[in-house]
């Protein structure tokens, strides 16, 4: 898992002059918290998503997909899972960040929905926050 995540925000580094956040994360702590999932494929995990309930909302705080399997539909996917284990849970929203620099991200996230909600530095990341109410 950590080696998807790994692989997946690896082209980001050099854009943001240091690993991303995801990148250091404590899988380990995570799990053992319940706040992943994967989609596994025949060589190992394809697609990681990190979940955390913040009520009203379900903050996503990772989603990534291994560079094999991208451009098939997972990471889509993965913000489907999120939305309807929110719906579920009977959250009102959806929220999520990303680093201003991750660009394809900036395009992503709207198409899916999400309305850009605010800039900030946090954590010495420069981050674009965004929501989607369900």
């Known amino acids: 898992m950590a080696a998807c995540v790994r692989a997946a925000y690896a082209r980001y580094v050099e854009r943001i002059g240091r690993e991303p956040a995801p990148m250091t994360a404590d899988y380990r702590r995570l799990i053992a918290a319940g706040e992943v999932w994967v989609i596994r494929a025949w060589e190992g995990v394809a697609g990681v998503l990190v979940l955390r309930p913040q009520p009203p909302a379900l903050l996503v705080e990772n989603v990534a997909v291994a560079p094999l399997h991208q451009g098939r539909g997972l990471g889509r996917a993965l913000m489907a899972f999120a939305e309807e284990l929110a ?33 900030a530095t946090q954590d010495g990341f420069a981050r674009v926050f965004y929501r989607k109410a369900l």
């Open 87 to 119: 719906r579920a849970e009977g959250l009102a929203e959806v929220v999520l960040y990303t680093n201003e620099r991750m660009t394809e991200n900036l395009r992503f996230y709207p198409a899916l929905g999400f309305t850009e909600t605010g800039r």
